[in-house]
């Protein structure tokens, strides 16, 4: 990173987009200090392009200087998103086979209360960054901080939950970084040898898996869908260290602002991969009228809806119900498949889940393969008859 002389100004915007203070202007014309380490948060702000970012992949990167495992925590609600705690498992599972700690970077307003959960589920540090400019998520603040601390800290592996903010969030960090990144990643493992995170992604619409390595970037970085990983129970005895992160940040250098946020999920409605119970519709119902079956089972049991790829390619419900490869990957306690045959992309979203139940017409539909209990009959019959028997028993 470079500053151009001839073409600074002296304007300053660039200090107040640095989160750390790493930069100054000095008789009309900027200058890096030794607080900067090279996060880039400068470039974006300076209208002149002034300051530069020279991005160059090389091969002769030394690889040993990077070492440990961090997991980017979301916070929400006051409580920390599901697939953080699942992140957190995983990564510990993969750093015991490179013995190598797991840190998490948790950033937001007074969210210090959630450091110490992540370190009962499995962070050995927290990075934790704190200030009313990262209190709502924004892309360009938390990619400054981010990319901030992974120049000074250099981890050798960054996971991100696959939700919209981590799809967000991953790409623009890993092209600051000149990282590599696999994105929605439905499983991970290491090759212990060359000291490789060996991903394993859907392709081609779900018809591949593609199993993804990057040996030549640090740090290699892939974001996991929700639910493909179990967390592990909490250990509230469990030591840990926190670590402070001093950002300069100002809300006049952010190029976004936050007006409203409107959740898309329907009022009432548990979040699918948050759900503990998930009732879930397809084609066997027939009519998307016949959907109204499925939320009344779904509603008395305290349940989220679910549906199935057919259903939501043909406009019968929206996209962010659908369960499977190319939806979203839920591990509830009780899943009721309601006239769903089975094919392997939605399998491939719930199969995990404690209990399933499937009800279908069809005795040789393939989601009886992995049903727990298998009802063979008309799901427009016996739909009405359970939710009632539901209600009675509650």
């Known amino acids: 990173m470079r500053i151009i002389l001839e073409e600074c100004t002296g304007c300053k915007l660039c200090l107040r987009a640095c989160p750390y203070g790493g930069i100054e202007v000095v008789e009309g014309k900027a200058r890096f200090n030794e607080r900067c380490n090279w996060c880039g948060g400068c470039v974006g702000a300076c209208r002149t392009k002034a300051i530069r970012l020279d991005i160059a992949f090389r091969k002769d990167l030394d690889l040993g200087a990077y070492r440990g495992l961090w997991v980017v925590a979301e916070a929400a609600d006051g409580g920390l998103r599901r697939g953080t705690l699942e992140l957190l498992a995983e990564a510990r599972n993969l750093a015991g086979q490179l013995q190598a700690e797991v840190s998490a970077v948790l950033l937001g307003d007074r969210v210090a209360p959630l450091a110490r959960r ?3 589920h499995g962070a050995d540090r927290v990075y934790l960054a704190e200030h009313r400019v990262l209190r709502s998520y924004r892309t360009g603040p938390y990619t400054d901080v981010i990319c901030g601390l992974v120049n000074e ?3 050798e592996i960054i996971l991100l939950s696959a939700t919209s903010q981590g799809r967000d969030l991953a790409p623009r960090v890993a092209a600051r970084l000149a990282a590599g990144l ?3 990643c439905t499983g991970l493992e290491i090759d212990p040898g060359p000291r490789l995170l060996v991903q394993t992604r859907p392709a ?4 591949v898996m ?4 990057c040996p030549y970037a640090r740090p290699q970085m892939a974001t996991v869908r929700p639910g493909v990983f179990r967390p592990d129970s909490p250990d509230e005895g469990r030591k840990g260290e926190i670590v402070p992160v001093p950002v300069h940040l100002s809300e006049a250098a952010v190029l976004t602002k936050i007006l409203e946020v409107a959740r898309l999920q329907e009022h009432g409605q548990t979040s699918l991969q948050e759900a503990q119970i998930i009732v879930s519709g397809g084609r066997g119902l027939g009519k998307p009228e016949n959907f109204r079956l499925v939320r009344e089972l779904a509603e008395a049991l305290g349940g989220a809806v679910g549906a199935s790829r057919a259903v939501v390619d043909a406009g019968w419900i929206p996209a962010y119900h659908q369960v499977g490869q190319t939806g979203k990957t839920v591990q509830p306690r009780l899943y009721i498949a309601c006239g769903i045959s089975g094919a392997v992309q939605h399998l491939a979203g719930m199969q995990s889940s404690e209990v399933i139940i499937a009800i279908n017409k069809d005795p040789q539909a393939p ?3 992995v049903a727990t209990y298998g009802i063979a009959g008309d799901c427009l019959e016996l739909l009405p008859l ?3 028997r539901v209600k009675e028993a509650l």
């Open 118 to 120: 992540l370190i009962a």
């Open 153 to 155: 800290h250099k981890p």
């Open 182 to 184: 696999t994105a929605d």
């Open 204 to 207: 081609f619409g779900g018809n």
């Open 210 to 213: 593609a199993t993804i390595i």
């Open 367 to 369: 989601i009886f393969d």
């Open 386 to 388: 359970l939710t009632a």
